[in-house]
T-cell receptor, first 113, second 119 residues
Framework: KAGVTQTPRYLIKTRGQQVTLSCSPISGHRSVSWYQQTPGQGLQFLFEYFSETQRNKGNFPGRFSGRQFSNSRSEMNVSTLELGDSALYLC????????????FGDGTRLSIL | EDKVVQSPLSLVVHEGDTVTLNCSYEVTNFRSLLWYKQEKKAPTFLFMLTSSGIEKKSGRLSSILDKKELFSILNITATQTGDSAVYLCAVATRDSGSSGGTSYGKLTFGQGTILTVHP
């Protein structure tokens, strides 16, 4: 069974640009959650999508948004990039029922110049 | 605000030693506690604990949850250099979904314990 796939693996952008990251969940998983990982703040929850709807949201500004498609693939968008957005962005998939663990992709390393 | 605290933050041992990693939590609507191992890339799943007092084991690793005292421990016996990694504790909660319904998709993570095993 294929794991969670995230693309691209690395991305370099400049301040003010926008970026879109992609996540393909494990087959059969309907929930996709996104996290930001930085050395200072650790892993922080961004949002969860389930059946094409945002079901939960963390404490991040509106510049961070996402969506989910009918095949459960998810995208995350960050607009007006700031230096502080440099981080490893991880997505995780699960059944969404709370009875199974979330499994993580390898992440997208985003660097802002 | 949900909070998860791990200790120690770093640990250096020699091969063959036994280590105990700690995780305490204060959250609303606890659902489960999870342990992950992170090396260079993705956190890989180790254990998911939902009931108090039931030890979960996988090879040299084991973990137990105490829901009364709000903590969990992860034990690694006979450590090997391949055990060197960051060990992450996370708590899953049952939240009111932003679009109605129930969300189980939020994990609150601790800071992690950096384990270094020397040959």
């Amino acid at each position: 069974k294929a794991g969670v796939t995230q693309t691209p693996r690395y991305l370099i952008k400049t301040r003010g640009q926008q970026v879109t990251l992609s996540c393909s969940p494990i087959s059969g998983h309907r929930s996709v959650s996104w996290y930001q990982q930085t050395p200072g703040q650790g892993l922080q929850f961004l949002f969860e999508y389930f059946s094409e709807t945002q079901r939960n949201k963390g404490n991040f500004p509106g510049r961070f948004s996402g969506r989910q498609f009918s095949n459960s693939r998810s995208e995350m968008n960050v607009s007006t990039l700031e230096l502080g957005d440099s981080a490893l962005y991880l997505c995780a998939s699960s059944s969404g029922r709370g009875d199974q663990p979330q499994h993580f992709g390898d992440g997208t390393r985003l660097s802002i110049l | 605000e949900d909070k998860v605290v791990q200790s120690p933050l770093s640990l250096v041992v020699h091969e063959g030693d036994t280590v105990t990693l700690n995780c305490s939590y204060e959250v609303t609507n606890f659902r489960s506690l999870l342990w992950y191992k992170q090396e260079k890339k993705a956190p890989t799943f180790l254990f998911m604990l939902t009931s108090s007092g039931i030890e979960k084991k996988s090879g040299r690793l084991s973990s137990i949850l105490d829901k009364k005292e709000l903590f969990s421990i992860l034990n690694i016996t006979a450590t090997q250099t391949g055990d060197s990694a960051v060990y992450l504790c996370a708590v899953a909660t049952r939240d009111s979904g932003s679009s109605g319904g129930t969300s189980y998709g939020k994990l609150t993570f601790g800071q992690g314990t950096i384990l270094t095993v020397h040959p």
